[in-house]
């Protein structure tokens, strides 16, 4: 079983930045594949980023190339998304999930442990 808590949300302005963190229970954290979520008010959750267990590999959404990076600490058993230039369409709740396989995946659905998420909210 691997608890992940995320945090770093918050209230913002369109155009500050933010660092969110989630951290692992595990030891063991450097096997797991980790990828951010989010679930904007109304929607579907949608994949934003995610990272192999070293982290040499990153994917990300269309929407999260130019503004989203990710990365990660295996010795804090922590990883991070960098939002920059934040606009009010990134509000939403921030997920980490972490998938017990060394293979990266894109699809929630293949993701084993789910943190409670963090709220951000981005005003105009």
């Known amino acids: 079983q691997v608890q992940l808590v995320e945090s770093g949300g918050g209230l913002v302005q369109a155009g500050d930045s933010l660092r969110l963190s989630c951290t692992a229970s595990r030891r063991t954290f450097s096997r797991y594949g980790m990828g951010w979520f989010r679930q904007p008010p109304g929607k579907e959750r949608e994949f934003v980023a995610a990272i192999s267990w070293s982290g040499g590999k990153t994917y990300y959404a269309d929407s999260a190339k130019d503004r989203f990076t990710i990365s990660r600490d295996n010795a804090k058993n922590t990883v991070y998304l960098q939002i920059n230039s934040l606009k009010p369409e990134d509000t939403a709740v921030y997920y980490c999930?972490?998938?017990?396989?060394?293979?990266?995946?894109?699809?929630?659905?293949?993701?084993?442990?789910w943190g409670q998420g963090t709220q951000v909210t981005v005003s105009s």
């Open positions: 999930a972490a998938r017990d396989s060394i293979v990266v995946a894109t699809n929630g659905n293949e993701y084993d442990y």
